[in-house]
Nanobody, 127 residues
Framework: QVQLVESGGGSVEAGGSLRLSCAGS?????????????MGWFRQAPGKEREWVVG???????EMRASVEGRFTISRDNTKNTLYLQMNSLKPEDSAMYYC????????????????WGQGTQVTVSS
């Protein structure tokens, strides 16, 4: 069974940095492998809809929402079945529960395009 577990969240002051990790397990040794997935980081603040932040496809190409351009970097290490999110110059509006997600369909970056999700890690940025 596929499982994604996020870690690295915490509380930081505005301008600070955090590095989130998403450890995958239960992937098949061939076919439905970790490396064959498109993956993304999503975030959800209380009372708001879950929104896409940044994604990376199976070839390592990345995309991100405009509000995190120049501040966030997504990467993956397929030898470790792990996804990362480096967050720099954090702002209070970045505060949210951050989720990693994976899917092999690679349809798009909407939450409904992803079938596997972690339980989230909290990021809180104070001013």
């Amino acid at each position: 069974q596929v499982q994604l577990v996020e870690s690295g969240g915490g509380s930081v002051e505005a301008g600070g940095s955090l590095r989130l990790s998403c450890a995958g397990s239960g992937f098949a040794p061939s076919g439905f492998t970790f490396s064959a997935t498109c993956m993304g980081w999503f975030r959800q603040a209380p009372g708001k809809e879950r929104e896409w932040v940044v994604g990376i496809d199976r070839d390592g190409d990345t995309e991100m929402r405009a509000s995190v351009e120049g501040r966030f970097t997504i990467s993956r290490d397929n030898t470790k079945n792990t996804l990362y999110l480096q967050m720099n110059s954090l702002k209070p509006e970045d505060s949210a529960m951050y989720y990693c997600a994976a899917d092999w369909a690679c349809i798009g970056w909407n939450p409904d395009d992803f079938g596997y999700w972690g339980q989230g890690t909290q990021v809180t940025v104070s001013s």
